[in-house]
């Protein structure tokens, strides 16, 4: 019989990990590493988008250095995979910053708190995702910090962040797998930045969805035309999108087959989204189930890969060629981390590209940077710290984590570290692509 190793020989493999990288090495960060252009990264990840919008996501991404760096996913994987890793793989969230949580319903219509973009997901080094997620703390802190004051906040926020995702992976890693599966976390409306995303999902109803999409017409409603962010299809354009559905469909369990079978399709559209996902292909369809006050949303998103993939060949990660569909790789890491996701959430192909299908906008809330100032983002910090311990800990090994982590500051202080002078390199490419696009 295979032996399974125990909880405590999971947590002994992983302390010998330190042997690997220590875990003050993850402060570590030296531009010199690079053996790229990180301007050419991006200009690479351009490529196969809409030519038309490729403009459109420079300007996003030069509003600001955290704009920078929620559009250059292709620059800091590049960057990590420069570094030594721990070898300690779990599903990962790829894209971990301020801005990728968010409320939303729950297929039992409560509303949730959790990591809700996985365009970017992945098996891989589960300190990657941390190492995200702590540079976006201190981007989020210089850039609600007021003019003048000395940045203090996100390195609090920073080890408040560690300290909290170590507490909670030790405490999954001693719980019975069953309830680590159950587990919630809780406080979410106790924290500002959260109540405020949560009040703004219990308003983002599929009623103020089409109110806020759809416009009356002789012929009935139909979605406005915003363009270039808001675009109708003609018929012989929606032709395809409509067809895709059917792939779709088929993906879903069979009782959300059934409902999906309910609504009819009246509309379809082009939307632009986010800042990464500027000039992807992104389709809405409007359908309607029982009336027109039965309104259902859906989005079909593009998915080219992820930009982990290139370098997770071998014993860390599937490498380019792991998935059948790059919608589906998004959607079964959303699953595997999430506590509970879309009901509606599955993937398709349209003309040879791979597509992700969620609903859209049904009771979501996002976090707004002018949320994240002062104690509010160390308190927020502390919930991203739970949030991103349990979704690795659902999808990867909680006792192999904490047994890399041990009860110590060390690795919460090289994470301050390398924050800290990873900003400092996202402000300094921000500044490079300014000078490349005068």
Same mark, same amino acid.
């Given at each position: 019989?295979?032996?399974? /190793?125990?909880?405590?020989?999971?947590?002994?493999?992983?302390?010998?990990?330190?042997?690997?990288?220590?875990?003050?090495?993850?402060?570590?960060?030296? *531009?010199?590493?690079?053996?790229?252009?990180?301007?050419?990264?991006?200009?690479?990840?351009?490529? $196969?988008?809409?030519?038309?919008?490729?403009? %459109?996501?420079?300007?996003?991404?030069?509003?600001?250095?955290?704009?920078?760096?929620?559009?250059?996913?292709?620059?800091?994987?590049?960057?990590?995979?420069?570094?030594?890793?721990?070898?300690?793989?779990?599903?990962?969230?790829?894209?971990?910053?301020?801005?990728?949580?968010?409320?939303?319903?729950?297929?039992?219509?409560?509303?949730?708190?959790?990591?809700?973009?996985? &365009?970017?997901?992945? =098996?891989?080094?589960?300190?990657?995702?941390?190492? #995200? %997620? *702590?540079?976006?703390?201190?981007? @989020? *802190?210089?850039?609600?910090?007021? /003019? $003048?004051?000395?940045? !203090?906040?996100?390195?609090? @926020?920073?080890?408040?962040?560690?300290?909290?995702?170590?507490?909670?992976?030790?405490?999954?890693?001693?719980?019975?797998?069953?309830?680590?599966?159950?587990?919630?976390?809780?406080?979410?409306?106790?924290?500002? /930045?959260?109540?405020?995303?949560?009040? !703004?999902?219990?308003?983002?109803?599929?009623?103020?969805?089409?109110?806020?999409?759809?416009?009356?017409?002789? !012929?009935? =409603?139909?979605?406005? &035309?915003?363009?270039?962010?808001?675009?109708?299809?003609?018929?012989?354009?929606?032709?395809?999108?409509?067809?895709?559905?059917?792939?779709?469909?088929?993906?879903?369990?069979?009782?959300?087959?059934?409902?999906?079978?309910?609504?009819?399709?009246?509309?379809?559209?082009?939307?632009?989204?986010?800042?990464?996902?500027?000039?992807?292909?992104?389709?809405?369809?409007?359908?309607?189930?029982?009336?027109?006050?039965?309104?259902?949303?859906?989005?079909?998103?593009?998915?080219?890969?992820?930009?982990?993939?290139?370098?997770?060949?071998?014993?860390?990660?599937?490498?380019?060629?792991?998935?059948?569909?790059?919608?589906?790789?998004?959607?079964?890491?959303?699953?595997?981390?999430?506590?509970?996701?879309?009901?509606?959430?599955?993937?398709?192909?349209?003309?040879?590209? +791979?597509? %992700?299908?969620?609903?859209?906008? +049904?009771?979501?809330?996002?976090?707004?940077?002018?949320?994240?100032?002062?104690?509010?983002?160390?308190?927020?910090?502390?919930?991203?710290?739970?949030?991103?311990? =349990?979704?690795?800990? #659902?999808?990867?090994?909680?006792?192999?984590?904490?047994?890399?982590?041990?009860?110590?500051?060390?690795?919460?202080? @090289? %994470?301050?570290?390398?924050?800290?002078?990873?900003?400092?390199?996202?402000?300094?490419?921000?500044?490079?692509?300014?000078?490349? #696009?005068?």
């Amino acid at each position: 019989m295979t032996h399974i /190793p125990t909880s405590r020989e999971r947590r002994a493999l992983g302390q010998a990990r330190r042997k690997q990288v220590r875990r003050q090495d993850h402060g570590r960060w030296d *531009a010199k590493l690079r053996q790229h252009d990180a301007v050419a990264l991006v200009a690479e990840s351009m490529r $196969g988008r809409v030519p038309g919008l490729v403009a %459109l996501k420079y300007e996003r991404m030069l509003a600001s250095p955290f704009g920078f760096f929620r559009g250059a996913v292709p620059v800091m994987a590049a960057d990590l995979a420069l570094l030594p890793h721990t070898g300690i793989v779990n599903q990962i969230c790829g894209d971990a910053h301020v801005r990728n949580l968010g409320a939303f319903a729950a297929p039992d219509g409560r509303l949730l708190f959790d990591i809700n973009d996985f &365009d970017e997901t992945i =098996r891989g080094p589960f300190e990657w995702d941390l190492k #995200r %997620l *702590a540079t976006s703390l201190v981007l @989020a *802190a210089r850039e609600t910090c007021a /003019p $003048g004051e000395k940045v !203090k906040d996100g390195e609090k @926020a920073v080890l408040q962040f560690v300290a909290r995702y170590r507490k909670l992976i030790d405490t999954l890693a001693r719980m019975p797998v069953i309830e680590v599966a159950r587990y919630q976390v809780h406080r979410l409306q106790r924290i500002t /930045p959260v109540s405020e995303a949560l009040m !703004k999902a219990e308003r983002a109803t599929p009623l103020h969805t089409l109110e806020a999409l759809t416009v009356e017409t002789k !012929k009935g =409603r139909v979605f406005k &035309d915003e363009s270039p962010v808001l675009k109708r299809l003609t018929p012989q354009q929606a032709r395809p999108v409509l067809a895709s559905v059917k792939t779709y469909r088929e993906n879903l369990l069979p009782e959300r087959q059934h409902f999906l079978e309910q609504y009819r399709p009246m509309d379809v559209a082009f939307k632009v989204v986010g800042t990464g996902s500027v000039g992807l292909r992104d389709y809405l369809i409007y359908l309607e189930g029982n009336g027109p006050r039965d309104p259902l949303f859906l989005q079909i998103k593009e998915e080219p890969g992820s930009a982990y993939a290139p370098y997770l060949t071998g014993a860390i990660g599937p490498g380019d060629g792991g998935f059948e569909n790059q919608g589906k790789r998004t959607a079964d890491g959303q699953r595997a981390m999430q506590f509970q996701s879309d009901p509606f959430l599955g993937w398709t192909t349209i003309a040879n590209r +791979d597509y %992700l299908v969620r609903q859209l906008n +049904d009771h979501k809330g996002s976090i707004e940077m002018g949320d994240l100032a002062g104690q509010g983002l160390i308190d927020y910090a502390e919930m991203c710290g739970e949030l991103l311990a =349990r979704g690795h800990a #659902r999808s990867g090994d909680a006792a192999l984590i904490a047994g890399y982590l041990g009860s110590g500051a060390k690795f919460g202080t @090289a %994470l301050v570290e390398f924050a800290e002078a990873y900003a400092d390199q996202t402000e300094r490419d921000w500044k490079e692509l300014k000078r490349a #696009r005068v």
